[in-house]
């Protein structure tokens, strides 16, 4: 298998997270499991296979290698893929395959779909990808999956099959859809961004950004162009509820031991062992 770019992998309760996010360089993430793919800074080589990407917002390091994903699953035969995105990038971003599609004299197949705030795409049977508001100096939006699970109404439960399969086939609604976030990306986005949506608190896994973490960063200067630091964690530290919080999108002015050391030194619990550096 073609090796391209630098990957991490975790796997946490039954879904492997992968890619590899770095500010101003490259933000990709693939969750396996569910053929999902978060952002497209880079293409690697066996993302490919996903059939469906959602990209958080237009900076060049979440979507410049849009043109590579798309080509490559024509050129390997595979049906077009189907990207969501935020609707005022959607005109863009068909422009940009366009002039790829004559300077490479090869098609660009695909379907790009615009999302707003609030809208919900079903994927599958059983999830559920929801968009939600984030902050940042464009348009921007995060995501969260939900497992749809379908319970019996309590006004039922003394029922017997017959009876609630005669219901049923009558038009009787008998059960009430219950959605557990399973997982939760932000994208970039300033601290607004994770206390407006509550539902990343609660995701079983929440890939999130952390731009900054030396001391001496101003916060004011990185909320304004729509960023994180350590300490935005520390303050919410009691918010977060997730089994795993993965940090990545890190800024290159840090070396890898300096990040661990400022990490440790606002978090030194690391959120109960929950947080994970992606470096």
């Known amino acids: 298998m073609v090796e391209n770019i630098p990957l991490i992998s975790h796997h946490h309760d039954g879904l492997t997270i992968e890619g590899f996010s770095r500010a101003a360089v490259q933000t990709c ?5 569910l053929k999902l793919l978060f952002d497209v800074g880079a293409q690697p080589w066996d993302f ?26 024509r050129m390997m035969k595979m049906d077009p893929p189907v ?21 490479d004299r090869g098609a660009m197949p695909c379907e790009l779909v615009g999302l707003n705030a609030g809208d919900e795409i079903e994927h599958g049977r059983e999830y559920l990808v929801t968009a939600v508001p984030t902050r940042h100096t464009i348009t921007s939006l995060g995501f969260v999956v939900y497992h749809r699970r379908h319970k019996l109404k309590s006004e039922f439960a003394e029922l017997s099959g017959p009876e609630i399969r005669d219901l049923k086939l009558a038009g009787t609604e008998i059960t009430t859809e219950h959605r557990v976030p399973v ?17 990343f608190y609660k995701a079983k896994i929440l890939v999130s950004e952390l731009t900054f973490v030396a001391p001496e960063h101003r916060k004011d200067k990185i909320h304004k162009h729509g960023h994180m630091h350590v300490d935005d964690y520390r303050q919410r530290a009691d918010r977060f509820e997730n089994e795993l919080v993965i940090a990545g999108h890190l800024s290159t002015r840090y070396h890898d031991k300096q990040v661990k050391t400022m990490v440790r030194r606002a978090l030194p619990g690391m959120l109960n062992d929950r947080m994970k550096l992606w470096i």
């Open 29 to 33: 993430w693939r969750i396996n499991e």
């Open 48 to 73: 490919m296979g996903a059939p469906t990407l959602f990209i958080s917002h237009a900076h060049l390091d979440h979507i410049a290698s849009l043109p590579s994903y798309v080509s490559r699953r």
């Open 83 to 103: 990207i969501y995105l935020p609707d005022s990038a959607v005109d863009e971003a068909w422009n940009m395959l366009q002039t790829f599609r004559r300077l």
């Open 183 to 199: 997982f939760a990306y932000t994208g970039d986005t300033s601290p607004p961004g994770l206390d407006n949506n509550p539902d």
